[in-house]
């Protein structure tokens, strides 16, 4: 696809379908805090889409709307929102019990649902996600809350009776941690927001929230359903420039869990200014540069499958995607030819287009950041392999397909989280098994083959350089029963719906000697209702 051809793909303010059009701009003027909605009146941000309109001046980028940038001052005010309504696990919320919580995620996710074609909308013009995607998006976020109540019920059931161990009785529960600071990612701004938010405000935790800074307007339509679900402090907006509100949040000490989906750079500077480093704990999920190895037994249809999913699905923005192929001599020209051939099927297009794969990006200078890995690999001897790779306009860029990367580029090292796809070639497997020893992210690798001596050696030198070992498959975080984290530089902590109720909250025990006038004061508490955390109650 040319230059001119992808420019004719933007559309005149007529063609845009009227059932996905935003007839007017959402500007936001209020967020919430304490349990109200706040009126706003001081300085905005401005709220481009990735779309640019065909007008009589050429191609003008859409506004969408603003909302509001607060200064740090206005972010103390909902830190202390938070610490006043957790008051030391004494507050309404961390201290009520397990059914009365689910009850209010339940309340709040009914209101969420009647809010899904607004929320879909903006997904599509917030960050460029096609239409089949941003429904997928919201859906999976509403199974993901059902599915993290389910697991929350069977933990509270196997937790709802007593042990009895060397003259001791106990029972063991699990307790909130404090405060919570959540900061989503871009790409997946609601769903992957929503896989720590839940948990953390579920386990009975208050939370302060801050939208990224591409998909911010997304969140406003849901503000009044968490305004209205839960007690007035327990769930917090804060908007603004990360490095302008952020950093006193965390110099106060006041902040007892940092929830992170981004870069590992700002992780390290924002753990850095907590002065109780020993308090802070931290759920992160951060850089990856997950490898695929095409063995010379591998499947090449399948392998140039999965590679070509894994690797371009959402335009390559995703922790997930693959982002370096390991191919072995013998097919890497077979694979470099079908890859091409399959980059070529690929429909450029917007969000609503049917059929859509490959749509603008959201970050403005990413383009250029693309265009500087491409140069930078030219100059030391790759080349774009598929006709018309890397050709840019505006916020489209055309997958490119590099071809040899070596070490000294700077695509091999660093995360491109774009539509390039970098093809290594080796001839001896301890090739790739040295990159992954020697990288300094830890996420996830796939492995493509079916000699199964081959298979094994790769797998058991990658599970202790990785979390998650695919055979014959793409990376992806699914399904969310499973584990997800990283080693190394891509993640601290684990998340799946059960481990993130535990990331969440610290077991705590009751206990007391087994004596009849303590056996006693433990069944009047449990039979007369006395606490919400020292119970009996089996919740259905």
């Known amino acids: 696809m040319t230059v001119n051809e992808i420019e004719k793909l933007f559309p005149t303010e007529e063609q845009i379908p009227a059932e996905y059009n935003l007839t007017e701009p959402i500007e936001q003027r209020e967020y919430l805090v304490n349990g109200e909605m706040r009126p706003w009146a001081r300085k905005t941000q401005d709220v481009w889409s990735p779309i640019y309109v065909q007008t009589e001046n050429g191609l003008e980028q859409k506004r969408i709307g603003s909302y509001p940038i607060t200064e740090p001052s206005d972010a103390m005010e ?8 957790y008051d030391f696990g004494r507050g309404e919320w961390p ?16 209101k969420m649902i009647t809010k899904r074609d607004e929320v879909v909308k903006l997904l599509m013009w917030e960050i460029g996600k096609s239409l089949g995607d941003s429904q997928k998006e919201f859906d999976r976020t509403v199974q993901y809350i059902y599915d993290t109540i389910g697991a929350l019920k069977d933990i509270d059931r196997t937790s709802s009776r007593f042990m009895i161990e060397e003259g001791i009785i106990g029972q063991v529960r699990r307790s909130p941690l404090g405060v919570v600071l959540c900061m989503g990612p871009f790409n997946y701004p609601l769903n992957e927001t929503f896989t720590t938010l839940i948990p953390a405000l579920i386990m009975g935790n208050v939370v302060c929230f801050k939208p990224p800074k591409h998909g911010t307007l997304l969140h406003y339509p849901l503000l009044e359903a968490f305004r209205t679900s839960f007690p007035a402090g327990v769930i917090n907006t804060v908007y603004g420039r990360g490095n302008s509100v952020i950093p006193q949040m965390m110099e106060s000490g006041k902040i007892d869990v940092l929830t992170l989906i981004g870069s590992s750079k700002v992780a390290d500077q924002l753990k850095k200014l907590h002065p109780k480093v020993n308090r802070l704990r931290a759920i992160l999920g951060l850089d990856a540069k997950n490898a695929a190895i ?5 499947d090449l249809e399948l392998a140039v499958k999965e590679c070509m999913l894994g690797s371009l699905s959402f335009n390559g923005q995703r922790c997930t995607a693959l982002k370096i192929m390991w191919v072995h001599k013998s097919l890497v020209d077979q694979f470099n030819a ?15 287009d049917k059929g859509v794969n490959i749509t603008p990006l959201p970050e403005p200078n990413k383009p250029a950041y693309l265009k500087e890995l491409i140069d930078d690999a030219k100059t030391h001897g790759a080349s774009v392999i598929n006709e018309n790779g890397g050709e840019t306009v505006k916020s489209f860029v055309y997958p490119a397909l590099l ?13 491109q989280f774009g539509p390039v796809v970098p093809v290594v070639p080796f001839s001896n497997i301890q090739q ?6 020697e990288s300094s992210h830890g996420q996830q690798v796939s492995i493509f083959g079916k000699d199964i001596s081959q298979i094994t050696k790769l797998m058991d030198v990658a599970v202790n350089q990785v979390s ?3 055979i014959n498959s793409q990376c992806q975080r699914g399904p969310d029963s499973f584990p997800f984290t990283g080693r190394k530089d891509s993640a601290e902590g684990t998340l799946s719906v059960t481990a993130a109720l535990r990331s969440f909250s610290i077991r705590t025990v009751v206990a007391t000697k087994d004596t009849a006038e303590n056996k006693a004061i433990i069944n009047q508490i449990v039979e007369n209702h006395e606490s919400n955390f020292l119970s009996t109650k089996f919740i259905f």
């Open 432 to 437: 790739p098994i040295d990159y992954l020893l």
């Open 294 to 298: 095409v063995t010379q037994s591998a």
């Open 403 to 415: 071809y040899p990367v070596t070490k000294e580029m700077k695509i091999w090292h660093e995360e």
């Open 468 to 470: 998650r070992v695919n």
């Open 78 to 85: 909902v830190l202390e929102s938070a610490v006043k309504a």
């Open 95 to 110: 201290s009520m019990s397990v059914s009365k919580r689910i009850e209010a995620v339940e309340k709040f996710t009914q």
């Open 338 to 352: 079908r890859m091409a051939e399959e980059i070529g099927k690929l429909k450029l297009g917007l969000m609503w």
